[in-house]
């Protein structure tokens, strides 16, 4: 602005004024010291300034407003007046204003200076107290909006005029949008487009109420929220926010239908204003009032209007609709209005009907600015100082003009309030543990220069010395690598990276080695530039990593294609995770800008090879996020170039991982997470010191990357249980017990609050299993929270915390009682109620908690929680929102399958995360099924073990399970061993039934063994007593499997049986003994091959896994199939079990009906019926088996279909009994094939009788000996 010049000012005279607090800069400059000081530059103005100037030269407001100085010897030596201005303008349209200020404004003058009008008012102040900036705050910002109802933008005609979203001005050509009528700011000149009876024609709220007098953006966009956002905070407050809402044609907004909602709360106490209009919430604040003699409770302290004196007014006479005090402080609703955010017009001047409001600064001016002198009739006398409450003489004033400055300055409401716990008991009082272990912050390595350095241009300036005999040195630039020469004046040709990555939340803790090249695609495939760091999600989250990368020549060749190529490793392990590729499209570009989101691959992603593989000393890899499945070769060590045909010898560290050639021929080599240096040969110490100098209470502790600027030399990876930089501050830990009468889910949601000076709150949830044999919780947490909440079932909360402090490092021990539980306001308001719109229900929310009957600690609706608190002897509610529905998807990096939902920490670079699974899935990530037939022993009786905790003391169902299996052991053994006795004589294997009961009774006893072995081994790996994984592995590939293959075949040999006999009743006479053998003998080889080839994938997709749950470490066997393997599993599964079951069920009607119908041929003189109970009784051995085994299959069939899957642990009773009683059908074969049978009966006694005898040989022969 000053540095446009005109021919008839001098320099000298221009700086002279720059220097003098009349220039229109924000700052003051620092040259001005060596220009001229306070009273020089008076001086240089007087001798070398023409008599009247223009300062600047340009206009200050509009294009058509301008600041000129007047210069006389009179005036020098009148400062005061000198720092003044002209305000000088070039048309008539500001005369009007001008004109009505020279008869109302003291000391006003009028002069012409070069064809412009111009008119100055004085303003005596102290000139002590001028500073550089306060006449350009006093005239700009009191001019602007004076002058701003004559300003015309542009010029006015009916075609703009006439349009339906414009206002037209009285008595002018001006006119206005209707977004700026009744805004606060007056647009027209006479100033009708903020008087609502002016305003000829009806517009919506909406449109007329603009924020345009606020300047800053965030205060915009508060007001926008507050216009149209139904906030419990600033409901029924005394001043309206809120835009009308239309209900039943009538307009609601936040200060309609108050009547039940107390004014005086913990957010209107004592907040500097009369948010109640009788001023109830602003009693006994004023520190000064308390201490006077004077004062009494139930007052108000003002100004009398007929004694100028202090009084104290009685509540009960404020808001009377009468003046009692000075300016009707008692009365707000005279001078207030709707839609303010600065409330300026406090003073009220009585019996005075047009503007009755006037602003602070008009008090004691020696102006009746009132009709009646209302503004002045309290003030001292013979002051000469104009806008008193502005001054700093103020504090030379009588204590009245002090009080009535303070009390009708302007304010600011704010248009939104936050939640807040201010003045709410607390429930946890000084329970602050100090933290001895605390430790500062490492101190920075490296502090960054600002000094710009001019010969340099980007680089820095430095002297080499030569000879130091003769001091001979010489300067050089050191440049960056995008700037090259001499004087780093000259661009080199790069790729400009901006990337930022997303890890999953299973890899937040874990550090990755980020390798960035830049290749092309010629067979030496040669790697032009690299850039390697160390990514770590918790704490690099937020950055954005910004790369240049350089090609190796100056000159690029454009021939040639460029790409640029990622390579991610896990920085502890090196294992590889994978590569992705971006090819430069627009290689022609000297400087190639790119701005990526990297997703770093999981941990179990499949790494795809190359189905012809080019490599010759290497792996081929296809690119993850290449669609077209783009290659490249992975070259083992010593190796390089495009299809690693060209060697190198490699000078990588032994422990270090190779990726290949830099273009200095250098190896690029990613170092082991305690290794630095180009070949990885330097150790870094840092972690292995001491820990009470590293990482604290077992935390991982990561070295930070050598480049990098950072005040810390590491980074500590918490255990669970600490938190801080070091690991050194033990996490609040919270112990919740439960009241017996409270039905407990298998798990509950806890819900965090941590409530922030003026800012919304902070909600983090997580959710923790309820131990099976426990009533009990012990929730670890390491960020800081004021409110909990929990959640049992879906909607069920309890209020658990809450602390106006937040105390880490504390333990909390919390009964939860039914008297915590937060009811919905469907069970305690009345339908109607229920029913009302927001706006109208929320003004009866202060009611749940004053009913004394209810005990209410919270309650909850749709979109807010509320807790309940008492605030002077009355019992009040605060409310927060809450989305009761959120979704949980750990920023979009969830790794949770199934419909599962993924809770972090922190919404903020979270550290720690987990998996809460819908119905029928488990697991870390929800990735194992509790549907289906194949459900195994691990997911039904798993989280019933408690590690580390004998057999007495565990749960009931593990105790009765035990039981069960020893039982189930001894009696399979027995039957085993009398099926296999009984079923070896060669009478009974002459036919195909006799093989099949024979493989039978071999599948029990082998069923019956890898039962007992699956059992105790789940057992003891779950109480952590066996933790050898190559032994926990091999059972977990093996023992399922075999044990599903014996049960498999167990029930198709069984079927077998079945299917013969009632082929032999179908036959009669013809059936052939010797064909029958043959066959068996087939069908079980057969079966054998049937079953294993049906289920020999599942020892493939079987592994072990971790799983960490607070303080429980659990090493799972799982199965991972992908969704057509599972699909054709459970087919397998169903057919496996229903095949048998219906082949029982036919032959055992086949072998009834058949055997009935024959007899019936025979007995012709007997019915049906009485052949039928004939037949059953006769042949019972033929049926009892098929009919057995069919009534045993039946409760797993219900349990299936009925339950389909295991939801919750308590559902294990259910599905433990289906899956013992599959295990019955094997231990049966002796009760339900030979006791029924007398042919099998007589010859399992010829055994006996043959075993006895032979053991009895022995024993002779023994004793003989």
């Given at each position: ?763 983090s949830t997580t959710f923790q299993r309820i131990p099976v044999i426990e009533d009990f919780i012990t929730i670890l947490w390491s960020r800081p929270f004021h409110i909990v909440f929990i959640e049992l079932f879906e909607k069920n909360y309890y209020l658990t915390i809450v602390q106006n402090v937040y105390n880490r490092s504390i333990i909390i021990n919390k009964m939860i009682n039914p008297s915590d539980r937060c009811q919905h306001i469907s069970e305690i308001f009345n339908e109607s109620i229920v029913k009302l719109d927001l706006i109208r229900r929320i ?159 071999i599948t029990t006893i082998l069923t019956m063994i890898l039962f007992g072995l699956k059992f105790w081994i789940l057992i003891l790996s779950q109480m952590a007593f066996i933790s050898n994984r190559t032994f926990l592995h091999i059972q977990c590939i093996s023992l399922d499997f075999l044990l599903q293959l014996c049960l498999n075949m167990n029930q198709w040999l069984n079927a077998c049986v079945a299917i013969e006999r009632a082929f032999t009743i179908i036959k009669g006479t013809s059936f052939q003994k010797k064909k029958s053998k043959q066959a068996a ?185």
């Open positions: 602005m000053h540095s446009i010049k005109d021919n008839s000012t001098s320099n000298k005279c221009r700086s002279a004024f720059q220097c003098l607090p009349v220039h229109l800069r924000d700052r003051f400059d620092s040259n001005c010291n060596n220009v001229c000081t306070y009273d020089m530059c008076y001086e240089i103005i007087e001798h070398d300034c023409p008599d009247m100037l223009y300062i600047p030269t340009i206009p200050v407001l509009f294009a058509d407003i301008y600041f000129a100085y007047e210069k006389y010897n009179s005036t020098m030596l009148d400062r005061q007046t000198f720092l003044f201005p002209y305000i000088c303008y070039n048309n008539s349209r500001y005369n009007n204003y001008f004109v009505a200020d020279s008869n109302t404004v003291y000391n006003y003058s009028t002069v012409l200076f070069n064809n412009l009008t111009c008119h100055r008012r004085i303003i005596p102040v102290i000139l002590s107290q001028i500073t550089v900036t306060s006449l350009y705050r006093l005239y700009l910002r009191k001019l602007q909006p004076e002058l701003w109802r004559y300003h015309e933008i542009y010029n006015y005609n009916s075609s703009i005029c006439n349009r339906s979203n414009m206002y037209q001005c009285s008595n002018s050509l001006k006119c206005i949008s209707i977004h700026r009528l009744m805004n606060g700011v007056n647009d027209c000149p006479n100033s009708d487009d903020e008087n609502k009876i002016s305003i000829n024609y009806t517009v919506s709220t909406e449109e007329i109420i603009n924020i345009d007098e606020v300047n800053d953006e965030e205060t915009k966009m508060k007001i926008r929220y507050a216009r149209k956002h139904i906030s419990f905070q600033t409901i029924c407050d005394g001043f309206t926010e809120l835009l009308p809402i239309t209900i039943n044609g009538q307009n609601e907004t936040d200060e309609t239908e108050c009547e039940q909602w107390p004014c005086n709360n913990i957010y209107t106490h004592c907040n500097g204003l009369w948010n109640c209009l009788n001023g109830a919430d602003e009693i006994d604040c004023d520190l000064s009032s308390l201490l006077s003699l004077n004062y009494s409770s139930d007052h108000h302290k003002c100004v009398s209007p007929y004694t100028n004196q202090f009084i104290y007014l009685p509540i009960n006479k404020a808001n009377d609709g009468k003046v009692d005090c000075l300016g009707a402080m008692d009365e707000p609703k005279l001078c207030r209005t709707k839609y303010r955010i600065t409330y300026d017009y406090n003073f009220y001047c009585m019996n005075q009907s047009s503007e009755p409001c006037i602003v602070a600064q008009y008090l004691c001016n020696n102006i009746n600015n009132c009709y009646y002198g209302d503004d002045e009739q309290f003030c001292i006398r013979n002051r000469t100082l104009f806008i008193y409450c502005w001054s700093l003489d103020l504090s030379f004033g009588s204590d009245v003009e002090k009080f009535l400055c303070k009390q009708m300055d302007s304010f600011k409401k704010e248009p939104v309030v936050y939640f807040t716990l201010d003045g709410m008991n607390n429930s946890v009082k000084d329970l602050t543990k100090n933290s001895a272990n605390e430790i500062s912050s490492s101190l920075p390595l490296l502090k960054k220069s600002d000094q710009y350095q001019p010969r340099c241009h980007r680089g820095i300036d430095l002297r080499v010395w030569l000879n130091n005999k003769n001091n001979i040195t010489k300067n050089t630039c050191l440049c960056p690598p995008s700037y090259y020469g001499d004087k780093c004046q000259y661009q080199n040709q790069r790729i400009s990276l901006s990337i930022k990555f997303r890890a999953l939340s299973n890899s937040w803790q874990i550090p990755f080695a980020i390798v960035i090249l830049l290749i092309d695609d010629n067979n030496e495939q040669i790697i032009h530039s690299y850039e390697q760091f160390t990514y770590l999600s918790i704490r690099d989250c937020k950055i954005k990593f910004n790369i240049y990368l350089i090609y190796s020549n100056r000159l690029k060749n454009q021939t040639k294609n460029y790409g640029i190529q990622f390579n991610i490793y896990e920085k502890i392990s090196l294992n590889y995770r994978g590569s992705l590729f971006f090819p430069i499209k627009f290689s022609f570009l000297p400087v190639h800008r790119l701005s990526l989101i990297i997703d770093i691959p999981s941990d179990n992603i499949n790494i795809e090879s190359c189905s012809n593989n080019p490599c010759i000393n290497g792996k081929c890899i296809k690119y993850l996020n290449n669609k077209q499945n783009k290659i490249f070769c992975q070259c083992n060590e010593g190796w390089s170039g495009r299809y690693c045909t060209i060697e190198h010898s490699s000078r990588c560290s032994s422990d270090s991982l190779y990726i290949g050639v830099s273009p200095n021929n250098q190896s690029i080599c990613i170092c082991p997470i305690n290794k630095f240096g180009s070949r990885c040969l330097l150790n870094n110490t840092i972690c292995q010191n001491n820990e009470n100098l590293t990482c604290q209470n077992g935390g991982q502790c990561i070295p930070t990357d050598e480049y990098m600027i950072s005040n810390k030399k590491f980074i500590c990876i918490c255990r669970k249980g600490y938190t801080g930089d070091r690991c050194e501050i033990d996490d609040n830990k919270i112990i919740l017990s439960f009241e017996k009468n409270i039905i407990l889910s298998q798990s509950i949601f806890i819900h965090f609050i941590e409530v922030i000076n003026n800012n919304r709150p902070i909600r003004k009866y929310y202060y009611l749940p908690c004053q009913i004394s009957t209810l005990n209410l600690s919270c309650f909850y609706d749709d979109i807010h929680l509320c807790l309940c608190y008492d605030y002077y002897k009355q019992r009040l509610a605060n409310c927060f929102e809450f989305d009761h529905n959120m979704t949980f998807d750990c920023l979009g990096q969830s790794v949770c399958q199934n419909g599962g939902k993924c809770f972090q920490d922190t919404p903020y670079c979270p550290k720690k995360s987990m998996c809460v699974c819908s119905s029928c899935f488990y697991g870390t990530q929800c990735q194992f099924s509790t549907r289906g037939f194949g459900l195994s022993l691990d997911a039904i009786l798993g989280y019933h073990i408690i590690p580390n905790v004998s057999i007495i003391h565990q749960s009931t169902i593990v105790k009765i399970s035990l039981v069960l299996n020893i039982i189930f052991n001894v009696a399979g053994f027995i039957n085993s061993i009398l099926a296999m006795i009984t079923f070896k004589n060669k009478i009974i294997l002459e036919v195909g039934c006799g093989i099949y009961l024979l493989g039978s009774s003998k087939i069908i079980i080889v057969a079966l054998i091959i049937f079953i294993i080839s049906t289920s020999v994938y599942d020892p493939y997709y079987r592994r072990l896994i971790d799983e960490e749950n607070d303080s429980e470490m659990r090493i799972w066997c799982i199965i991972t199939y992908s969704t057509s393997l599972q699909v054709f599993n459970s087919i397998m599964h169903t057919f496996h079990f229903f095949a048998p079951f219906v082949i029982n069920l036919i032959s055992a009607i086949i072998l009834i009906t058949k055997k009935s119908h024959q007899q019936s041929n025979f007995q012709t003189h007997r019915t049906y019926n009485q052949l039928l109970r004939e037949q059953l009784h006769q042949h019972k051995s033929l049926f009892i088996a098929p009919v057995v085994l069919v009534i045993l299959a039946l409760p797993r069939l219900i349990i299936h279909f009925v339950s389909k899957c295991m939801k919750s642990a308590s559902d294990s009773w259910l599905f433990l009994i289906g899956y013992f009683i599959s295990f019955i059908p094997s231990m049966l074969t002796f009760v339900i094939y030979i006791l029924p049978s007398n042919f099998y009966k007589e010859q399992f006694h010829k055994s006996i009788a043959r075993y006895r005898t032979n053991i009895q040989r022995r024993l002779k022969i023994i004793s003989s000996r």
